[in-house]
């Protein structure tokens, strides 16, 4: 069974400094992979998602994620954190031929002035 | 476009009580989805529908059953709730088109709390 692990339950960083969040996935083959952030209350927007070709994607709101075969990872990335990227991020597995999303525990980050 | 609608968005329950989550969606999506969402699990299949007619279990069934009354609406149903079922629900949907494949647009959640 494909498993999702996000290791940083919580991050902290200043607004400004650079932020990358951490995910780990367990699956035979090349999943699809994607991040999706939740704003509190809110529900699940899609930041960005890797199905093939170029290993560096990029998302919405200035994030990019770069799969790493070798080590069945694939980080989010944003060079300047704003004040808005506070929220909770969600990595997520999908089977290429299958119907099911499997998602990690998530990272929360918060953003310090 | 309203995408995927859910409600009631809060709704607190006691312990035996039933009660049915509306979701519906205006994307003409073939495929539906219900989480629930609880801290520091991320979110957890409890079924889904892959066309009208159609339903399976997720990761998490126990406890709950489900209805694609038509293509556009996906509902959840808690015959007896327990405090265990206290959670954040979501629902979502998912075309099957190859341009948007496997890309899922969640609705704004329902908070139950079961006392």
């Known amino acids: 069974a494909q498993s999702v692990t996000q290791p940083d339950i919580h991050i902290t960083v200043s607004e400004g400094a650079s932020l990358e969040l951490r995910c780990n996935y367990s699956?035979?083959?090349?999943?699809?992979l994607f991040w999706y952030v939740q704003s509190p209350g809110q529900g699940l927007q899609l930041l960005l998602k890797y199905f093939s070709g170029d290993t560096l994607v990029q998302g919405i709101k200035g994030f990019e994620a770069e799969f790493k075969r070798s080590q069945s990872s694939f980080n989010l990335r944003k060079p300047s954190v704003h004040w808005s990227d506070a929220a909770e991020y969600f990595c997520?597995?999908?089977?290429?031929?299958?119907?099911?999303?499997?998602f990690g525990g998530g990272t929360r980050v918060l953003v310090k002035p | 476009n309203a995408g995927v609608t859910q409600t009631p968005k809060f709704q607190v329950l006691k312990t035996g009580q039933s009660m049915t989550l509306q979701c519906a969606q205006d994307?003409?999506?073939?495929?539906m989805y219900w989480y629930r969402q609880d801290p520091g699990m991320g979110l957890r299949l409890i079924y889904y529908s892959a066309s009208e007619g159609t339903t399976d279990k997720g990761e998490v069934p126990n406890g709950y059953n489900v209805s694609r009354l038509n293509k556009r609406e996906f509902s959840l149903r808690l015959e007896s709730a327990a405090p265990s079922q206290t959670s954040v629900y979501f629902c979502?949907?998912?075309?099957?088109?190859?341009?948007?494949?496997?890309?899922?647009?969640f609705g704004a959640g329902s908070r139950l709390t079961v006392l």
């Open positions: 979502a949907s998912r075309t099957d088109a190859i341009s948007g494949a496997n890309v899922l647009t």
């Open positions: 699956y035979g083959a090349t999943p699809y």
């Open positions: 994307m003409n999506h073939n495929s």
């Open positions: 997520a597995v999908h089977k290429a031929a299958g119907n099911k999303l499997t």
